[in-house]
């Protein structure tokens, strides 16, 4: 047995395993022998199935296995023995000849190894980065008491549709007829919008729901059919206007206040003026710290300077996903991959250098910060601890939320 190692650049390494029969023929032996006390054939009893009809029937079989389990362990142990650090996995080397899988034979393999690259970055208090302060403006605490009071409205009785209310209507084809549909004004497409912009109680018209509701998904909802029924359906109705929806946004009072913020949080203006101030400034840090996180991984990134096997990896990228996307779709993305990829290396130098690992409780704080964002964005600030707490729980269970929490608390 050969084991040749041809170094082509600081980060690329082919490496050849030629092998002679006598090297696999003990673990071929092995797997003839496994198969022929598992064999099951007629006339047989079971592991007295003669030798040589196991391996005209396994043959091939047991020779791939031992072949395959021989190379395996020979690039393991090049890789130990050798201290070296890989990206991926070996992948098989493009100057790789065909091979005649037959017993007895000499085979060649050859693979491709990528090197992580030596990261040797040093940083200190001469390393600066600005950190944003966003300032809270009367544009933008109006505009988020907007947002609140209409998040809290409600729908009321109106006289003539406006733009952004709603009819409830109708709508009748024959014998056919579908009762109490909610139709949104502003979403109505086409010269259809004109018979609903406008309309009051009992007022009657014809509309094409094809051309006036194009999204066959929300058209088969409000016609309460299956989405594939409306092919064989004829798309003129007839509308009978029961009554028109006004939305109300909330009034500012303390029945809203205790919505929004719990019972007695806030009791006057001025305390509701205070909250959407808190809110907006936790708001602005969070975007602060994005912003200087975004800033210090292309700081250091661009100070590292990172050098990785392209080549290698868009092969082992396309070999590893090629039922998922093909060479041309992975060229298109190689370039948002690489930024991450060698984020994660100078990230992971960072973390083994000063000692950081991610531990349990910054796990949960961490899903617990974004439960809390996800229920801000409901409305819900004053969310309740233990709450908070059981939701994080859930997310840390899902693996694949584990380990976007566990890279976004690396980050």
Same mark, same amino acid.
């Given at each position: 047995?050969?084991?040749?190692?041809?170094?082509?650049?600081?980060?690329?390494?082919?490496?050849?395993?030629?092998?002679?029969?006598?090297?696999?023929?003990?673990?071929?032996?092995?797997?003839?022998?496994?198969?022929?006390?598992?064999?099951?054939?007629?006339?047989?009893?079971?592991?007295?199935?003669?030798?040589?009809?196991?391996?005209?029937?396994?043959?091939?079989?047991?020779?791939?296995?031992?072949?395959?389990?021989?190379?395996?362990?020979?690039?393991?142990?090049?890789?130990?023995?050798?201290?070296?650090?890989?990206?991926?996995?070996?992948?098989?080397?493009?100057?790789?000849?065909?091979?005649?899988?037959?017993?007895?034979?000499?085979?060649?393999?050859?693979?491709?190894?990528?090197?992580?690259?030596?990261?040797?970055?040093?940083?200190?208090?001469?390393?600066?980065?600005?950190?944003?302060?966003?300032?809270?403006?009367?544009?933008?605490?109006?505009?988020?008491?907007?947002?609140?009071?209409?998040?809290?409205?409600?729908?009321?009785?109106?006289?003539?549709?406006?733009?952004?209310?709603?009819?409830?209507?109708?709508?009748?084809?024959?014998?056919?007829? %579908?009762? &109490?549909?909610? @139709?949104?004004?502003?979403?109505? /497409?086409? =010269? *259809? +919008?004109?018979?609903?912009?406008?309309?009051?109680?009992?007022?009657?018209?014809?509309?094409?729901?094809?051309?006036?509701?194009?999204?066959?998904?929300?058209?088969?909802?409000?016609?309460?059919?299956?989405?594939?029924?409306?092919?064989?359906?004829?798309?003129?109705?007839?509308?009978?206007?029961?009554?028109?929806?006004?939305?109300?946004?909330?009034?500012?009072?303390?029945?809203?206040?205790?919505? %929004?913020? &719990?019972?007695? @949080?806030?009791?006057?203006?001025? /305390?509701? =003026? *205070? +909250?959407?101030?808190?809110?907006?400034?936790?708001?602005?840090?969070?975007?602060?710290?994005?912003?200087?996180s975004q800033d210090l991984r292309k700081y250091l990134v661009d100070k590292a300077n990172v050098n990785v096997p392209e080549t290698f990896l868009k092969r082992w990228?396309?070999?590893n996903n090629k039922e998922k996307f093909t060479k041309e779709e992975i060229e298109k993305e190689f370039d948002g991959f690489l930024g991450d990829f060698r984020w994660?290396?100078?990230?992971?130098?960072?973390?083994?250098?000063?000692?950081? +690992?991610?531990?349990?409780?910054?796990?949960?704080?961490?899903?617990?910060?974004?439960?809390?964002?996800?229920?801000?964005?409901?409305?819900?600030?004053?969310?309740?601890?233990?709450?908070?707490?059981?939701?994080?729980?859930?997310?840390?269970?899902?693996?694949?939320?584990?380990?976007?929490?566990?890279?976004?608390v690396e980050n």
């Open positions: 047995m050969e084991v040749i190692k041809n170094q082509i650049d600081d980060l690329n390494i082919e490496l050849t395993i030629a092998l002679k029969a006598e090297d696999y023929a003990e673990q071929e032996k092995k797997r003839l022998s496994a198969y022929k006390r598992n064999a099951d054939f007629k006339g047989f009893r079971k592991g007295m199935v003669p030798a040589s009809l196991v391996k005209k029937v396994y043959g091939d079989q047991a020779l791939y296995e031992a072949i395959n389990g021989v190379v395996s362990e020979q690039l393991d142990k090049f890789i130990k023995d050798n201290n070296l650090h890989i990206l991926g996995e070996p992948i098989a080397s493009e100057s790789q000849k065909e091979q005649e899988w037959k017993d007895g034979n000499e085979f060649e393999f050859k693979f491709d190894l990528g090197l992580s690259p030596e990261i040797d970055l040093e940083v200190g208090k001469d390393d600066k980065l600005p950190y944003y302060q966003i300032e809270v403006t009367d544009k933008a605490k109006a505009a988020m008491k907007d947002s609140i009071l209409r998040q809290y409205g409600q729908l009321e009785e109106g006289e003539t549709a406006g733009e952004d209310d709603y009819l409830v209507v109708d709508f009748t084809q024959g014998e056919k007829s %579908v009762e &109490g549909v909610y @139709v949104a004004v502003n979403k109505v /497409e086409g =010269d *259809a +919008k004109n018979s609903f912009l406008g309309a009051k109680a009992d007022d009657q018209f014809d509309v094409n729901v094809n051309e006036a509701f194009t999204n066959e998904t929300d058209r088969a909802s409000m016609l309460k059919m299956k989405k594939e029924e409306l092919a064989a359906l004829e798309p003129v109705w007839h509308v009978t206007v029961v009554n028109v929806k006004t939305f109300v946004p909330a009034a500012e009072n303390q029945e809203t206040y205790d919505k %929004v913020f &719990g019972k007695d @949080v806030v009791k006057s203006a001025e /305390e509701f =003026d *205070a +909250k959407i101030t808190e809110r907006l400034q936790a708001n602005y840090k969070q975007e602060a710290d994005y912003r200087l990228l396309y070999e994660q290396l100078v990230r992971g130098s960072l973390m083994k250098k000063f000692g950081l +690992k991610v531990e349990d409780k910054d796990m949960l704080e961490a899903a617990k910060a974004y439960a809390a964002y996800q229920y801000a964005m409901y409305g819900m600030g004053n969310v309740p601890e233990e709450l908070l707490t059981d939701a994080a729980a859930q997310m840390l269970k899902d693996e694949r939320q584990l380990r976007t929490i566990e890279e976004n």
